[in-house]
């Protein structure tokens, strides 16, 4: 059997991200003993009751003494709380890392809190759905997506490596950019979409509220696909957006924008222009397809009982 990547690892956190770790770790031999923490009891007996871990810690401290590798599996606006409390525990020479989807501000928050003999090394795996909890994990999470290693300057190579061996070994492919970088792909490819899915559905809300109409019930595939994304954990991405303002600003001022010229070719009817956008656009998401990033299957792929609709 292979040698586990971490004889010992330590999950600071155990939502969606934390228990797919797990599982996929537990899948590929990729850690030994697996030290859970939660600060919530419930969730902590949850994730006991699932057997994600082989020990289990109210105290974010007991949780990462000797550990190996520890992950930050939590939102990233509380990533320089939990540096702070870990810190005395570290061993010298573990790994710190986290999959939170916005880097400079964890680079920021946790950075300083860390001794100079453990590495840090940042992490951002782009993979996840709209449930949340210990019980929404699953190992095949991360198989094919794509794991963001995001490691500061003059950060321990070997360490890097070891960290990069660890997320190929739970199927991820790697990529390796600055912190600034991430956030700024991240921002267009991720978090603005996010909150246009959260306007469109709130706007959709109010439509339905004032006006009486049957939004909700008439909702075809476009809707119901911005549904749910919305329907993503409001504490995670309520602190992506106040940590990535910058980027997220940027990128919405250039949507706006664009949006802009939109509504003119709509209002002119400007036929052509709109055809050339369109085709534009059909031919990304036929590149995501090819890249492996998404299915061909009608519907997204989703599985359709007898009486399901067809995409709208």
Not at 93 to 114: C, E, F, Y
Not at 200 to 216: K, N, R
Request: contains cysteine; hydrophobic residues 45%.
């Amino acid at each position: 059997m292979t040698e586990p990547a971490f004889p010992r690892l330590a999950l600071i956190g155990i939502g969606l991200i934390g228990s797919s770790i797990s599982h996929a770790a537990r899948r590929a031999h990729a850690a030994g003993h697996i030290a859970i923490h939660s600060r919530t009891p419930a969730t902590l007996a949850r994730a006991e009751a699932l057997g994600l871990g082989d020990s289990y810690h109210a105290d974010p401290a007991d949780a990462v003494r000797d550990a190996d590798a520890v992950i930050l599996c939590i939102p990233v606006g509380a990533s320089g709380a939990a540096a702070a409390a870990i810190a005395p525990a570290l061993k010298p020479g573990a790994i710190v890392s986290d999959v939170g989807s916005v880097k400079a501000s964890v680079v920021a928050q946790v950075a300083p809190h860390l001794p100079a003999f453990v590495h840090f090394v940042p992490a951002h795996p782009v993979a996840g759905t709209e449930y949340s909890g210990p019980d929404a994990g699953f190992a095949a999470l991360f198989d094919n997506r794509w794991c963001i290693l995001t490691p500061p300057p003059g950060t321990d190579a070997e360490a890097v490596e070891r960290l990069h061996d660890f997320w190929r070994r739970l199927g991820a492919n790697v990529e390796v950019m600055t912190p600034e970088h991430h956030d700024l792909v991240l921002a267009i490819t991720s978090h603005v979409p996010h909150l246009i899915a959260y306007n469109i559905v709130g706007t959709a809300a109010h439509l339905e509220t004032v006006t009486q109409s049957e939004v909700m019930k008439f909702s075809a595939g476009g809707f119901r696909d911005f549904t749910r994304i919305a329907a993503s954990d409001p504490t995670m991405w309520r602190d992506v957006f106040l940590n990535n303002r910058e980027a997220v600003l940027e990128m919405l001022g250039r949507f706006t924008e664009d949006l802009a010229a939109l509504q003119r070719n709509i209002r002119y009817g400007e036929g052509d222009a709109l055809f050339e956008l369109f085709t534009r656009t059909r031919a990304i998401r036929r590149g995501i397809i090819a890249a492996g990033q998404e299915t061909d299957a009608p519907d997204f792929g989703r599985p359709h009982g007898s009486g399901e609709d067809a995409p709208g």
